[in-house]
């Protein structure tokens, strides 16, 4: 089956830290762009961090500094750890594959995990 | 940075209208913006790219069009399965979304 499997979220206190994982099964992981978007709750959609086949990375402006992506293409697994968390963290983590060249094209999103900053 | 902005958004419509909603973005993309469906518990579906490309699988109700800055998707029949958020994102530079346009029931 096709599909991105994400799990790690849960209730963390401010300053703390977490790692979220995503699998992917079905798809050629290791050639793709493998993107994190998340949800806060009543939001919309806002890019995280991105991170290319080869392992360049990128990342938002409010999360630089504090959380890291990486991946193993031999587990078709991506990761995000995050670290020195805020409230203003607290969302759904989606886990998302780029098309091919059009790396921000997302064809594959997960389901998400819930990510809860709060003392 | 590119500025995505949707409108309206939210509408309230009945099963079987026709719904457009419109995206406009901040500079011009040319044809590089994608629509999103999203529902709570699911993962978010790819419904259409390059502006009016469906992507396989997506009913054919569902249409798109527009270039440069200002895009609309259409369902031509609302059904029961579409109460959704509707997200516009381009492409083009990075990557930006639009805020959504929740589709509810009448």
């Known amino acids: 089956e096709v599909q991105l499997l994400e799990s790690g979220g849960d209730l963390v206190q401010p300053g703390g830290s977490l790692r979220l994982s995503c699998v992917a099964s079905?798809?050629?992981?290791?050639?793709?762009?493998m993107t994190w978007v998340r949800q806060a709750p009543g939001k919309g959609l806002d890019w995280v961090s991105s991170?290319?086949?080869?392992?360049?990375?990128h990342y938002a402006d409010s999360v630089k500094g504090r959380f890291t992506v990486s991946r193993d293409n031999s587990r078709n697994t991506l990761f995000l750890q995050l670290s020195a968390v805020r409230v203003e963290d607290t969302a759904l983590y989606y886990c998302?594959?780029?098309?091919?060249?059009?790396?921000?094209?997302?064809?594959?999103w997960g389901q998400g995990t819930l990510v809860t900053v709060s003392s | 940075d590119i500025q995505m902005t949707q409108s309206p958004s939210s509408l309230s419509a009945s099963v079987g209208d026709r719904v457009t909603f419109t995206c406009r973005a901040s500079q011009g993309i040319s044809n590089s913006l994608a629509w999103y469906q999203l529902k709570p518990g699911t993962a978010p579906k790819l419904l259409l790219y390059g502006a009016s490309r469906l992507e396989s699988g997506v009913p054919s109700r569902f249409s798109g069009s527009g270039s440069g800055t200002d895009f609309t998707l259409t369902i031509s029949s609302l059904q029961p399965e579409d109460f959704a958020t509707y997200y516009c994102q381009q492409y083009f530079v990075s990557l930006s979304f639009g805020p959504g346009t929740k589709v509810d029931l009448k």
């Open positions: 998302a594959k780029g098309r091919g060249s059009l790396f921000f094209l997302f064809d594959l």
């Open positions: 079905g798809v050629t992981f290791s050639t793709s762009v």
């Open positions: 991170i290319s086949s080869g392992g360049t990375t």
